[in-house]
């Protein structure tokens, strides 16, 4: 069911007046989003494999960005409950703590 879900985010997207990198962004998305109501560690896997995470899942390093995911999307989630003007979604990032995602981009806030 998985991968027909999959299928048709793909087939969706292929006729789209979109660049070939929003494209795949947008599928990105939405695969992410086909597990975002779902059991935890699936998303977390189909997390890693979408952003080719260069650590294994089950090493220290693996278990440590799992945990900081994890509390990356409950934020995510309590925010987009509110129902404002904007949601929150995952991205590349959502494996850092506020402090790396300021390191990593450069960024003040």
């Known amino acids: 069911m998985k991968y ?3 299928t048709l985010l793909v087939i969706a997207f ?5 660049t070939e990198t929003d494209e795949i962004l947008v599928v990105q ?3 992410l989003n086909a597990y ?3 059991p935890t560690e699936p998303l977390f896997k ?11 899942i089950n090493s220290e390093l ?3 960005r799992y945990n900081v995911f994890l509390n ?12 404002l003007s904007w949601k929150m979604g995952l991205n590349e990032f959502a494996d850092l703590s506020e402090e790396e995602f300021k ?3 450069g960024s003040e806030g």
């Open 72 to 83: 990356n999307l409950n934020l995510i989630k309590e925010h987009n409950e509110q129902n």
């Open 36 to 38: 975002l109501n779902g």
């Open 46 to 56: 189909a997390f890693h494999g979408i952003f080719e995470k260069p650590y294994e």
């Open 14 to 18: 292929v006729n789209c007046n979109l």
């Open 29 to 31: 998305q939405n695969i």
């Open 62 to 64: 693996g278990m440590h």
């Open 103 to 105: 390191q990593r981009t």
């Open 4 to 6: 027909f879900i999959i």
